[in-house]
């Protein structure tokens, strides 16, 4: 079983069927569905989709789903919480390539967890701090 943490909007997207996912993308997380992957979604990722969907920029009934999956016991899908091991990694991705803080916190979640990202943001990408998998 391979292990990846997710970024918010493909994360949404896959639980969506939006089109825009790339095909690496989708297949993984639906391999993931299937038991075979373990995806870890980070804290900040959840708050990020309610704040959203606050603001009427994602549907309410995608995020209760993400809700339901990450209630699973033993699922495909974790919450990777945030705290001082994760915060201790934040240094590490620069603010001058990634600047959302969100994201900065996504990206150290994936270095402290030493897994591969999916991601599609380009700042992201560019900072090359993890791997990424789009």
Known sequence: MSEYVTDTHAFYRHLTGDPRLSTTARQILSEADDGQHRIWVPSIALIEMVYLVERG????DAVHQVFQLLSEIDGSYAVADLGLAIAKFLPRVPRSEVADM?????????????????????????AAVVPIVW
């Open 102 to 126: 969100p994201d900065r916190i996504i990206v150290a979640t994936a270095l402290q967890l030493g897994l591969p990202l999916i991601s599609r943001d380009e700042a992201i990408q560019r």
């Open 57 to 60: 920029r994602l549907a309410a």
